[in-house]
């Protein structure tokens, strides 16, 4: 498994950006798969969206399609999710995760992953 760390959460008004980043520790961070999920309040986590191991491909949850982008860079063992145009509804805690997904390479299910970050805060208020 890997450590993770998140950092660059923050308020911001709608309309703003914020770049998360996640730094991870361990030899074989080309081997996971890493994605971003988050939660209000009230609410159950969600998948926001996925690196894939394999092939960088990218996946994105329908709500932050066009808004939203995930990287990775293999040499610094880091990930980042740019996003851009956000939305009071995008308030949430983000936490980024990774895992070794078989098959598909790819996930946005929560229990599918089993290193986790501590999360940071992002707030989209005016």
């Known amino acids: 498994q890997l450590q993770l760390v998140e950092s660059g959460g923050g308020l911001v008004q709608p309309g703003g950006s914020l770049r998360l980043s996640c730094a991870a520790s361990?030899?074989?961070?080309?081997?996971?798969?890493i994605a971003w999920f988050r939660q209000a309040p009230g609410k159950e986590r969600e998948g926001v969206s996925c690196i894939s191991r394999y092939d960088g491909n990218t996946y994105y949850a329908d709500s932050v399609k066009g808004r939203f982008t995930v990287s990775r860079d293999n040499a610094k063992n880091m990930a980042y999710l740019q996003m851009n145009n956000l939305k009071p509804e995008d308030t949430a805690v983000y936490f980024c995760?990774?895992?070794?997904?078989?098959?598909?390479?790819?996930?946005?299910?929560?229990?599918?992953?089993?290193?986790w970050g501590q999360g940071t805060q992002v707030t989209v208020s005016s």
């Open positions: 995760a990774a895992e070794i997904i078989y098959g598909s390479g790819w996930s946005l299910i929560p229990a599918d992953f089993r290193s």
């Open positions: 361990g030899r074989t961070f080309d081997y996971y798969a």
